[in-house]
Every structure is written in C-alpha cells, then in structure tokens.
C-alpha cells in the first residue's frame, strides 16, 4: 500500500464530499461516526480526533468546519494513496480561481498506522481575512469545468505568466493585509497588458472586453477598472487607503479571479491574447468563456 495522504480543507460546504480530481477524493471525518472512510485500521471519530489534535497546535480557526446549529463537528480533507503529492498543486489552482469561495488547505499529512506525519516540503495554501466569502460548492457542471480546467493546468505548455498569476493570487487570498491583498490582485490585472504606454486607458479597455459578456457589461467593468486603478495609484504615491471601499476590493478580488480563469481557458499564447483584446470592442466577447 502507498502512503496515505490526508489534505485538510477550510472554507468547503459539506456538498463537496464525494468530490474527485486527479484520483484526490473530498472525505469527511465526522467525529462521532464509529464507520472507515480512509482505509487505515482506524475509525472516523479516532482519525477525527487526531487531526483535531494536529491542526489545534497549528492553526484551527482557519482550518477547522465550524458546523451548523445542531450538527456533529467534523472535517473535510482531500484523501489519496499516493507517495507524490506534486500533482496538488495544480488542483489548488482550479478551485481556487473557478469561483468566489474561501477554499483552502493545509500541508498534506501522511496516515501511517494511525499517526498523522506532516509533509513538510509541500507548500500550503490556507486563507486569511476570507470569511467573506461562501464556502466552496460547485455545481455539476462547474465540476466538469473543474476537471476541464485541471487538464489544461498540468499541460507542459502552460503558460508560465499564468502560473504566475496564480501565484499572486494565492499570495493575496492568504494575506491578513487587505491593502496589501488589494495592491497584489491590482497587479494580475496589470499583468494581463504588456508596456506602459497608456497603463490605464489599456487596462481598464482589456479587462473590460475579456471579461464583459455584452457592450453593457464592458462599459461598466472599464468603469470599475478605471476606478480600481486610480485607487491603486493613490494608494502607491501617498498611502491613502479611504477610497478603497469594501466594495471596490471585492471587485478587484473579482476582476483577477475571472482575468485568471479566463487566461487559464483561452488555448492561445498571451501575445496574441493580449493583441486580440486591444482589437476587439466591448461587448465583442471574443473568446466566449463561460466562467
């Protein structure tokens, strides 16, 4: 048998148990059920109360499913027998984008004989001032678009400016700094034009026909970027953070989610993504992704 490996999640509605990418099963560990859901000798409430154990010398509050009036505590983890936890990764980079949510995770844990073993090399991806957002559930259909965009992830040809996206991506859902999280996704979008010759005009013009649907939506997503933008630039010059509402910082969190996901679907290198969106009108939606 390969080792077992056990990935705490966080910000995971209960619907998502049963959940498979890549061979990784979503499993819940009740900590009243006395039935196996991971083949290791040892009963959900013992593997519940283990992990319990674990995560509470780490960090529980942001792993840890605080469940609804009346239901048993519980956990919800990703589970696969395997010695090579590489192939994660690329799935944290599909849940994480495909829709708003506070999905994330915890260090990968191998179960040997009961005894939680962390896997210390592994990168983690947990959340920070995320509470926001709802818990990640995604629909059938956003399943097969997860296991779609998973595909298109672990392509050798990937793109590395997308990687990179994601990487600031991550990095601000996991910062406690809502300025500093701001300033990051600020950054993905800038990313999507190349040069600095007229940054605001084309920036707010290349997000807004990548990502509205109709000349309406456009219109209105070049007036949110504008807007974005200049918050940005005060923010950078004379450290003033009035302006950024709430509001303004959930668009931007929005805006770099969909920029992100949309780059992720578009089978096309960036040069001529980034040719095609300066052509095209708003509302011209030229490559026509749903997500």
């Given at each position: 048998?390969?080792?077992q490996?056990?990935?705490?999640?966080?910000?995971?509605?209960e619907?998502?148990?049963?959940?498979?990418?890549?061979?990784w099963?979503?499993?819940?560990?009740?900590?009243?059920?006395?039935?196996?859901?991971?083949?290791d000798?040892?009963?959900?409430?013992?593997?519940?109360?283990a992990?319990?154990?674990?995560?509470?010398?780490?960090?529980?509050?942001?792993i840890?499913?605080?469940?609804?009036e009346n239901?048993?505590?519980?956990?919800?983890?990703?589970?696969?027998?395997?010695?090579?936890?590489?192939?994660?990764?690329?799935?944290?980079?599909?849940?994480?984008?495909?829709?708003?949510?506070?999905?994330g995770?915890?260090?990968?844990?191998?179960?040997?004989?009961?005894i939680?073993?962390p896997?210390?090399?592994?990168?983690f991806?947990?959340?920070?001032?995320?509470?926001?957002?709802?818990?990640?559930?995604?629909?059938?259909?956003?399943?097969?678009?997860?296991?779609?965009l998973?595909?298109t992830?672990?392509?050798?040809?990937?793109p590395?400016?997308?990687k990179?996206?994601?990487?600031?991506?991550?990095?601000?859902?996991?910062?406690s700094?809502?300025?500093?999280?701001?300033?990051?996704?600020?950054?993905?979008?800038?990313?999507?034009?190349?040069?600095?010759?007229?940054?605001s005009?084309?920036?707010?013009?290349?997000?807004?026909?990548l990502?509205?649907?109709?000349?309406?939506?456009?219109?209105?997503?070049?007036?949110?970027?504008?807007?974005?933008?200049?918050?940005?630039?005060k923010?950078?010059?004379?450290?003033?953070?009035?302006?950024?509402?709430d509001?303004?910082?959930d668009?931007?969190?929005?805006?770099?989610?969909?920029?992100?996901a949309?780059?992720m679907?578009?089978?096309?290198?960036?040069k001529?993504?980034?040719?095609?969106?300066?052509?095209?009108?708003?509302?011209?939606?030229?490559?026509?992704?749903?997500?």
């Amino acid at each position: 048998m390969e080792n077992q490996v056990i990935i705490p999640l966080c910000g995971v509605d209960e619907s998502m148990t049963g959940f498979s990418i890549n061979g990784w099963d979503i499993k819940k560990i009740d900590f009243a059920s006395e039935k196996n859901t991971i083949a290791d000798n040892i009963i959900d409430s013992e593997l519940y109360e283990a992990l319990y154990s674990w995560v509470d010398t780490e960090d529980r509050y942001t792993i840890f499913q605080l469940p609804q009036e009346n239901q048993k505590p519980y956990f919800l983890c990703f589970y696969k027998e395997t010695k090579d936890v590489s192939d994660f990764e690329p799935i944290v980079d599909v849940l994480r984008v495909i829709k708003s949510s506070q999905f994330g995770c915890w260090y990968p844990i191998s179960l040997k004989d009961g005894i939680l073993i962390p896997i210390l090399k592994s990168r983690f991806y947990m959340t920070d001032a995320m509470q926001i957002r709802p818990l990640l559930s995604l629909s059938p259909q956003e399943r097969e678009q997860a296991l779609q965009l998973y595909q298109t992830r672990i392509d050798e040809r990937f793109p590395d400016i997308v990687k990179t996206m994601l990487l600031f991506f991550h990095e601000s859902c996991r910062s406690s700094n809502l300025y500093l999280s701001f300033i990051t996704r600020v950054i993905i979008l800038e990313m999507l034009i190349e040069g600095n010759a007229e940054l605001s005009y084309r920036l707010k013009r290349s997000v807004a026909v990548l990502l509205g649907r109709d000349k309406e939506e456009s219109v209105k997503i070049a007036e949110s970027v504008n807007i974005i933008y200049r918050e940005r630039s005060k923010f950078l010059h004379d450290g003033k953070t009035d302006k950024i509402s709430d509001d303004l910082m959930d668009l931007t969190y929005d805006y770099a989610r969909r920029v992100v996901a949309n780059l992720m679907c578009i089978p096309d290198d960036i040069k001529n993504i980034r040719s095609t969106l300066e052509q095209a009108g708003y509302g011209d939606d030229p490559y026509k992704v749903t997500i």
